[in-house]
C-alpha cells in the first residue's frame, strides 16, 4: 500500500552544522510533498514543499530535493539552531481529498 | 497571520462519554481535515470534509465518529461513546487551494489532547 516512512528517527548535531533528513515515500503517483515541523506540544507547522515536476527548492536556511527515481525526499537546514530542535515529518499529498499522508518522524536535537 | 484554531487544548472524558472537539479553520478556506496523533507516533488522517460533506475517511472513522460544519466558522469533530485507545493528539487542518505553491497546504490547529480514562 501507500507509505512515506524516514530513514533516521533521531539526528543529533551540532548547533551552526547543517542538517539533513531524509525520507522514502512509494507511491510513485505522488505528485506533492511537505515538510511540517512539530514542536513538543503543537501542532504540525508548514516548513515547505515541493511538487513533483521539480528536483530542489529553497527556503529561508531550507532546501528540500526530490529524487522521484529513487522516491526519495530530503530537508536540508543550513546553520541549524537550537531552535530547529523538533520533529520533522514528511507528507505525501494523498490524492484527490489532498488528505496527507504522513511518515513517522525524525527527532533533530541541536546541540549548543 | 491566519491561523487554525482550536478549543479545548486539553480535554479528559471517561470511557463512554461523548466529546466534541472543536475547530476554527482559516476564514477563506474551503477544505477541512481532522487528523490523530497517537503520543509518539505518527499524524493519521482521519476525515476530509468539503462542501458540507464527508469527501474521504479513513478505516478510523468508524460510526462512533461525526464532523460537522454547524456555521460558517466552525468545524467540530464527536466522539459518541470514547474508548481508551481514542485518547490522542487531534489536529485540525485547513486548505484553501487558491493555486500555487504554498497554497494548498494544509496549516495545522494546535491540537487538542484528548485523554480517556
Known amino acids: 500500500g501507500e507509505s512515506v516512512g524516514l530513514h533516521l528517527p533521531t539526528l543529533s548535531v551540532q548547533e551552526g552544522d547543517n542538517s539533513i533528513i531524509n525520507c522514502a515515500y512509494s507511491n510513485s503517483a505522488s505528485d506533492y510533498f511537505i515538510w511540517y515541523k512539530q514542536e513538543s506540544g503543537k501542532g504540525p507547522q508548514f516548513i515547505i514543499d515541493i511538487r513533483s515536476n521539480m528536483d530542489k527548492r529553497q527556503g529561508q536556511r531550507v532546501t528540500v530535493l526530490l529524487n522521484k527515481t529513487v522516491k526519495h525526499l530530503s530537508l536540508q537546514i543550513a546553520a541549524t539552531q537550537p531552535g530547529d530542535s523538533a520533529v520533522y515529518f514528511c507528507?505525501?499529498?494523498?490524492?484527490?481529498?489532498?488528505?496527507?499522508?504522513f511518515g513517522t518522524g525524525t527527532l533533530l536535537a541541536v546541540q549548543p | 497571520e491566519p491561523e487554525v484554531t482550536q478549543t479545548p487544548s486539553h480535554q479528559v472524558t471517561q470511557m463512554g462519554q461523548e466529546v466534541i472537539l472543536r475547530c476554527v479553520p482559516i476564514s477563506n478556506h474551503l477544505y477541512f481535515y481532522w487528523y490523530r496523533q497517537i503520543l509518539g507516533q505518527k499524524v493519521e488522517f482521519l476525515v476530509s470534509?468539503?462542501?458540507?460533506?464527508?469527501?474521504?475517511k479513513s478505516e478510523i472513522f468508524d460510526d462512533q465518529f461525526s464532523v460537522e460544519r454547524p456555521d460558517g466558522s466552525n468545524f467540530t469533530l464527536k466522539i459518541r461513546s470514547t474508548k481508551l485507545e481514542d485518547s490522542a493528539m487531534y489536529f485540525c487542518a485547513s486548505i484553501g487551494l487558491a493555486g500555487g505553491l504554498g497554497t494548498d497546504t494544509q496549516y495545522f490547529g494546535p491540537g487538542t489532547r484528548l485523554t480517556v480514562l
Open positions: 507528507a505525501e499529498n494523498g490524492g484527490a481529498t489532498n488528505k496527507l499522508i
Open positions: 470534509f468539503y462542501n458540507n460533506e464527508i469527501s474521504e
